[in-house]
């Protein structure tokens, strides 16, 4: 059982950058493919980015090409938590943003919300123009 809880959400202008942190608690954090997703108001929960460390010394990450250039995804496997750096910030960047864990998903899944088993309750991004 993993639990997820996501911090570091708030209310910033257009341009400015926000920094994102999931810690997990649980064991065998650095085996999970970690994701971030986000939903708009009234929209579908959508993908946002994913990593995975593949056990040695290689981190594979993927992106949504709405963010791709302005945020980055990374993890710290010491401290279990994942981060997501925020850049540039756009109004249609509002949303509440969750994170997600699942067992380690092949690349081509990073981006499917069914194939994460465990999700935070999100925190809330709201950009203002």
């Known amino acids: 059982q993993v639990q997820l809880v996501e911090t570091g959400g708030g209310l910033v202008q257009a341009g400015d950058s926000l920094r994102l942190s999931c810690a997990a608690s649980g064991r065998f954090f650095s085996s999970y493919t970690m994701g971030w997703f986000r939903r708009a108001p009234g929209k579908e929960r959508e993908f946002v980015a994913a990593i995975a460390w593949n056990g040695v010394s290689t981190t594979y990450t993927y992106y949504a090409d709405s963010v791709k250039g302005r945020f980055t995804i990374s993890r710290d496997n010491a401290k279990n938590t994942v981060y997501l750096e925020m850049n540039s910030l756009k109004p249609e960047d509002t949303a509440v943003y969750y994170c997600?864990?699942?067992?380690?998903?092949?690349?081509?899944?990073?981006?499917?919300?069914?194939?994460?088993?465990?999700w935070g309750q999100g925190t809330q991004v709201t950009v203002s123009s």
């Open positions: 997600a864990a699942g067992s380690p998903l092949y690349y081509g899944d990073y981006a499917n919300m069914n194939k994460y088993d465990y």
